[in-house]
Nanobody, 124 residues
């Protein structure tokens, strides 16, 4: 599967952005999906994940209550709605797909396919 993430940009603190990740192929619904981010000089970290059906989700503590992950299997797309953005949310955001069964805390090494990343910059 090929993934393409888009929707990043520059936003002021307190603002909102919605990231989208479009997947190619007919088997999108067979993949668990995740969003990761990597800030300059830091390791890539998990932000949110969602299972194949969309019925189960996971959020990192740092974004819980502010970000919402969702998916539309008919459109082969996963979304990340980001509200109340903070300067520390500034990073390149990546979407990823895994063929493994649902585990909300899968590490980045357990994801099989990655999008190219989209930059989110939050100004103070």
């Amino acid at each position: 599967v090929q993934l393409q993430a888009f929707g990043g940009g520059l936003v002021q603190a307190g603002g909102s952005l919605r990231l989208s990740c479009a997947a190619s192929g007919r088997t999108f619904s067979s993949y668990g999906m995740g969003w990761f981010r990597q800030a300059p000089g830091k390791e890539r970290e998990s932000v949110a994940a969602i299972n194949r059906s969309g019925g189960s989700t996971y959020y990192a503590d740092s974004v819980k209550g502010r970000f919402t992950i969702s998916r539309d299997n008919a459109k082969n797309t996963v979304y990340l709605q980001m509200n109340s953005l903070k300067p520390e949310d500034t990073a390149v955001y990546y979407c990823a797909a895994t063929r493994r069964d649902w585990n909300p805390r899968r590490t980045l090494y357990e994801y099989d396919y990655w999008g190219q990343g989209t930059l989110v910059t939050v100004s103070s």
